[in-house]
C-alpha cells in the first residue's frame, strides 16, 4: 500500500511562515511530479504549487513570490515554505504525488494519490 502523510499545519499570525511536509511511503517504484493544493470552505481545490522529478517548478498566481515547493527524492518527500501569509491563505492544503507503484506478481502500475490534508489557518 502506498499513502501520502502530511505534516507541518496550524495557525499563524498573517505574514507569518510555516512549512508543510509530505512523505510518500510504501511499495514506490518511482515518483513523478508532486504537489500542494488547497480548498479553502466553500471553494473547490486548487493548485498552489508542483514540482517535477526534475524539480522544474509551477506556482498558482496567488502564491507566486512567497511559497516555495521542494523536494528531496532520496525521502521521497515534497515540502512547501510558505511566507507572509495572508488570511486568505486560510484552507485545506492536500499534497498529490504522481507516481509508479510496486505490485506483487503483476506490472508496476502509474498512480496518482492524494494526502488526508493539513489544515492552515491565518488570523490574529
Known amino acids: 500500500q502506498v499513502q501520502l502523510v502530511e505534516s507541518g499545519g496550524g495557525l499563524v499570525q498573517p505574514g507569518g511562515s510555516l512549512v508543510l511536509s509530505c512523505v510518500a511511503s510504501g511499495s514506490i517504484v518511482s515518483i513523478n511530479a508532486m504537489g500542494w493544493y488547497r480548498q479553502a470552505p466553500g471553494k473547490q481545490r486548487e493548485l498552489v504549487a508542483t514540482i517535477t522529478s526534475g524539480s522544474n517548478t509551477n506556482y498558482a498566481d496567488s502564491v507566486k513570490g512567497r511559497f516555495t515547493i521542494s523536494r528531496d527524492n532520496a525521502k521521497n518527500t515534497v515540502y512547501l515554505q510558505m511566507n507572509n501569509l495572508k488570511a486568505e491563505d486560510t484552507a485545506v492544503y492536500y499534497c498529490?504525488?504522481?507516481?509508479?507503484?510496486?505490485?506483487?506478481?503483476?506490472?508496476?502500475?502509474?498512480?496518482?494519490?492524494w494526502g488526508q490534508g493539513t489544515q492552515v489557518t491565518v488570523s490574529s
Open positions: 498529490n504525488a504522481d507516481l509508479w507503484r510496486r505490485r506483487i506478481g503483476l506490472p508496476s502500475i502509474r498512480s496518482e494519490l
